[in-house]
């Protein structure tokens, strides 16, 4: 609130508080950990460290994911049968002279 009063002092006329004020995001995200961790709605400390990494490395992959070069609508479905596939060409060995 300190923030909002400096402001108003400065002159600006009205604050815009949803934004900044707002801690939607982190009761969302302390649900997901209580959530983590079955019925236990008092996780310890060592819960909410654990459930942390794991959420910033799924998070990470799935940026990862969605993020490429492709997206899935891009990928082309893959025909499978039984016959057998084409054989490559044997590329030559080269020969080192020691």
């Keep these: 609130m300190k923030l909002a ?3 108003l002092q400065e002159g600006y006329e009205f604050l815009l508080t ?11 995200y ?8 079955g019925s236990n ?4 400390m060592k819960q909410f460290n ?3 990494r794991v959420h910033a490395v799924t998070k990470s992959a799935q940026a ?3 993020n490429g070069n492709t997206t899935r609508a891009e990928k082309t479905k893959l025909m499978v049968n039984d016959q ?8 030559p060995l080269k020969r080192l002279n020691l």
């Design 64 to 66: 990862q994911l969605n």
């Design 18 to 28: 949803e934004k900044m004020l707002c801690q939607d995001p982190t009761e969302q």
């Design 5 to 7: 009063k400096e402001l």
């Design 84 to 91: 057998p596939l084409a054989k490559r060409a044997r590329k």
């Design 41 to 44: 709605h008092a996780p310890t």
């Design 30 to 37: 302390f649900s997901q950990v209580r959530n983590s961790t």
């Design 50 to 52: 654990l459930f942390t």
